[in-house]
């Protein structure tokens, strides 16, 4: 039997309060709840018409031997074994029959330190199957991000056909503009097209190397203001859409040491969720503005969110986390940002606000300040 000693300490959710009886004759329920409540213990009595379903976590229950012909395997099987730790209760070391013990027995009347172990061992046991099914979980998140791999490529292919044909029909309609039309308007906006294309194309050659470790051989520095302008020129259809007002205060001369797509990518997933959480709020706005500190420099998006619940702020960064529908999230987004930001020396965090804040902490080795003429 395990001794149980003042260091044997357990964890507060696991915790058994309440121990359950199922008892056919008043004497012997009578001695066995008396025996329970003389140990500490909360006593529930029930039987086999009103046995208790999905709790949490598995409760105690002790059975007199004499109930027995009543319970049935399917009961046994589909209420008591699902829900329970059951120990048969008898009379005298005489009366046990080994076809009658389930997960263990007791004598009445027992001892408080008998008890407590049964009590104990029990909350182990709930322990054990809470960690299982966690691991479980995360066997499975981790299976599911495996498997994306497996469609990566296929997914790559697709979109580099489609982004070329995109591209031709681009530039001959650039060279037709400018040979035939040569239509301001028309040229802005087939210039905008075509930087899009490249920026999937360069995308597309970034994810064939899917998890992989970055290096920062691509890495220079690219102006700050710029990236910030060019990742709102492609959302610039939701945000007018969505009538939500932006608010940029970036110096022009702040130069940023990164992977310029992979960059502008984390800028876009920050603010795509900054979109999608306001779209319906009365008052919807960004805000977008720098702090330079001792040692870094910090970029703050801002938007007029309410900020992202204590409950779930420590897990905003794990893969596969998402508090979007189904459809719509894909738990990813942040998990990406994080990543790709580590990898390129800066950290992502979540500020603690009235509103919902991010800020890129970028080291003063990451950054410069340049004259930038017009």
Sequence with gaps: ????????????????????????????????RDNILESGYNVKEIDVTNIPIGNEKKQ???????????LDQQTYESKLKKNFHVYTVYDADK???????????????????????????SCLKNQFHSEKSRLINDKQSLEKISSLGQYTGSLIHDLNNYN??????????????????????????????????????ALAGKYRKFLRVDSLNDAEFINLGKMIEETLGFLQREIVKKQIEVNVKIPIDYFVYCIEISFIQVLMNLLVNS????????????????K???????????????????????????????TKPNEEG?????????????????????????????????????????????
């Design 164 to 201: 070329t044909i995109c591209m031709t029909s681009l530039d001959g309609l650039k060279i037709l503009n400018d040979s035939r039309y040569q239509d301001t308007s028309m040229s802005f906006l087939v210039d905008k097209g075509l930087k899009g294309s490249k920026m999937i194309s």
């Design 1 to 32: 039997m395990i001794q149980i000693t003042g260091d044997n300490e357990i964890p507060s959710d696991q915790v058994l309060s309440d121990i359950y009886i199922m008892a056919k004759e008043a004497n012997k329920k009578k001695a066995l």
């Design 95 to 121: 009366d046990i029959r080994d076809n009658e013990v389930l997960e263990g027995y007791v004598v009445l009347p027992f001892e408080k330190s008998e008890l407590k172990t049964i009590v104990y061992i």
């Design 275 to 290: 979109i999608y959480a306001i779209k319906d709020n009365e008052s919807r706005w960004i805000k977008i503005h720098l």
């Design 330 to 374: 894909t738990g990813f987004g942040l998990s990406f940002c994080d990543k790709e930001l580590k990898e390129m020396g800066m950290e992502l965090s979540y500020i603690v606000s009235k509103n919902t804040v991010f800020s890129i902490t970028i080291p003063k080795t990451h950054f410069k300040k340049t004259m930038v003429h017009n």
């Design 60 to 70: 105690l229950l002790f059975v007199c031997n004499k109930i027995f012909p009543k």
């Design 292 to 322: 330079q500190l001792n040692n870094s420099l910090a970029l703050f998006i801002t938007d007029s969110g309410e900020g992202i619940a204590k409950e779930i702020r420590d897990k905003i960064f794990d893969p596969l986390f998402t």
